[in-house]
């Protein structure tokens, strides 16, 4: 008799693996983007073209520091996972997984530097 | 038995012979739109990272954010950022099942691409 059930002993062999979570991360993050990105475009834009007091007075208000550090954070979350599905599209075998390992850790570094930026500003 | 055929079975399109559809190519952007916007991206992290470190950073990034390179960049991503979101707009639609027909992705498509030009063409007479 089989202890294993037929479920448990074709689970993960399918060629997706974590196919639907990246799917589901990616629909969360472009619907929160959906709102950010033009909040982000506007309040760059008033940013933008200023003197250097200007705009850290700028980004020293609230909602343009909100603004762009959600923008940041997910904005890089949702490229980190595009930026994977194409390099697994394109590229296969020890240069798939390096350059998905240098791209995710380029998406999280410029994250980090922005929010670090707007932070230091705004604080 | 799969490989009695082998050599002799009718290959899928390749890309040479292969007549670009709407639906491709507005797909292709969506990618092409997406991964670039990294360098829009990057300019701008700098930007904002220049001015948290002092007016002189500032006017160097600020110099080159201004400049006709920079400014290349920055309206490219503008239009990249409208139609990357449109066509994100497009696949959130299509993921809760509908417009998934020719007739309707030809629509979302024609949306997308005038969409993106009047979006960016406003954004800039705003900013």
């Not at chain 2, 950022?81 to 417009?99: A, M, P, Q, T």
Request: with cysteine; glycine share 10%.
């Amino acid at each position: 008799m089989r202890i294993l059930t037929a479920r448990k002993r074709a689970e993960g062999l399918g060629a997706a693996k974590s196919g639907t979570e990246h799917h589901w991360s990616m629909i969360v993050s472009s619907a929160a983007l959906i709102g950010l990105i033009p909040a982000f475009v506007f309040t760059f834009g008033q940013a933008l073209g200023g003197t250097h007091e200007e705009v850290i007075a700028y980004y020293q208000r609230p909602f343009p520091a909100i603004v762009a550090i959600l923008t940041f954070l997910v904005g890089f979350i949702h490229f980190r996972g595009g930026v994977q599905t194409m390099i697994e599209d394109y590229v296969h075998g020890t240069r798939q997984k390096v350059l998905i390992v240098l791209a995710i850790c380029l998406a999280y570094a410029a994250a980090a530097t922005g929010i670090f930026a707007v932070a230091k500003i705004a604080l | 038995m799969a490989d009695v055929n082998r050599g002799n079975r009718p290959l899928s399109p390749h890309l040479q012979v292969y007549r670009p559809q709407l639906t491709s190519v507005t797909s292709i952007f969506v990618r092409i739109t997406g991964n670039g916007l990294i360098v829009g991206a990057l300019m701008v992290v700098w930007w904002l990272l220049a001015a948290a470190t002092g007016p002189e950073h500032f006017a160097t990034a600020d110099a080159v954010l201004r400049s006709w390179f920079g400014d290349i960049v920055l309206f490219l991503s503008l239009w990249a950022l409208w139609y990357h979101s449109l066509g994100g707009i497009r696949h959130l639609i299509w993921d809760s099942g509908r417009g998934l027909d020719l007739k309707s992705s030809y629509t979302m498509g024609y949306i997308m691409i005038g969409g993106s030009v009047l979006l960016t063409i406003f954004t800039v007479l705003v900013i």
